[in-house]
């Protein structure tokens, strides 16, 4: 019979980067605050943590990250006035950040990789499961991966990683799993993994997207691990680690995602990203749709 692991409850969100791809508007704003329609992007990783339960969330943040904190605390001179205007719709929305679960920070410092910011989630996550939530990538609420990958993991123990399908010029962006299949249609076991790999040496065409929940083991690891690509300490050089030694910290496994996700770390993907939501809001699909169209037909 398989055995069942604990529920996990922790979530890091590094959020430590310089966001230069998005220069002059990150020069003192946060590329995580830059605004998905009327959310910053932030608001919905957080969102999404907490729609699969976990309410205990730790941010990696770094210099200049402040609005990020500022963000997720109340506001009581902007919550009075808005009671004094009897605004009810704008209160709830700027007291919903606040309340979506209870919120910590701890600063990177040196940039020294994605690795290196989980690793500083160790105080914090102690010796249990945790989920890692990155920022760039937007998860539709209806195909809720976390939750599934959260599923996996008290199921089997160990490691999980999201999965997505990427045609085989585009694997080269992405760290890259080695998988085998299992009784579950969307559940892979990780056999091995690569970062960012040219083409012809990518063992499968299964990107790695932003979300993991991981085995409290990596931290170890990651304290052994030496810089890789890119002279950054990879995670997935540690998940590596892990998926060929399963002695260590248990196995990994991949959840095969084929629902809807938005890009906000390259700046097509975010335009696509700002026009795909508006376009599926109740207050403003409507209006928006029908100028879009109008707009498309002028130009073509």
């Given amino acids: 019979m398989t055995q069942s692991h604990p529920r ?6 590094p959020a430590a980067g310089l966001g230069t791809r998005f220069l002059p508007a990150t020069k003192a704003t946060p590329k ?3 605004p998905v ?24 943040t770094g210099r200049n990250k402040r609005p990020l904190e500022d963000h997720f605390d109340r506001n009581y001179e902007l919550e009075s006035a808005l009671q004094k205007k009897g605004d009810a719709s704008r209160l ?8 979506l679960a209870t919120m910590h920070y701890v600063r990177q410092g040196d940039p020294k990789g994605l690795g290196h910011a989980v690793l500083c989630a160790a105080p914090h996550v102690g010796h249990e499961p945790f989920a890692v939530l990155l920022g ?16 996996v993991q008290e199921l089997h123990g160990g490691s999980v990683v999201a999965l997505m399908e990427v045609a085989p010029e585009q694997i080269h962006l992405y760290g890259c799993a080695a998988v085998e299949a299992t009784a579950d249609g969307d559940v892979v076991k990780v056999t091995g993994l690569v970062e960012k790999p040219e083409a012809a040496d990518a063992p499968s065409n299964y990107a790695i997207i932003g979300r993991y929940v991981l085995d409290p083991h990596i931290f170890g690891i990651l304290r052994k691990t ?3 690509r890119g002279g950054e300490i990879q995670l997935t050089d540690a998940l590596q680690q892990l ?4 002695k260590v910290g248990g196995p990994v496994h991949g959840v095969v995602f084929k629902g809807r996700r938005y890009d906000t770390g ?35």
Avoid: H, N
Avoid at 37 to 60: R, T
């Fill in 92 to 99: 709830a929305k700027v007291q919903e950040s606040s309340d």
């Fill in 136 to 151: 760039d990538d937007l998860i539709d609420p209806r195909d809720p991966l976390l939750a599934r990958m959260v599923e």
């Fill in 32 to 34: 995580e605050m830059l």
């Fill in 243 to 246: 998926a060929t030694d399963e």
């Fill in 37 to 60: 329609v009327d959310k910053p992007a932030i608001q919905y990783v957080v969102e999404e943590a907490a729609s699969a339960g976990l309410d205990d969330v730790l941010m990696i």
């Fill in 8 to 13: 996990i409850s922790k979530a890091v969100i």
């Fill in 266 to 300: 390259d700046r097509g993907d975010y335009l696509r990203a700002i026009v795909r939501l508006a376009c599926e809001r109740e207050d403003l699909g409507p209006d928006f749709r029908a100028w879009l169209r109008s707009y498309v037909a002028e130009e073509m």
């Fill in 226 to 228: 030496e810089p890789g």
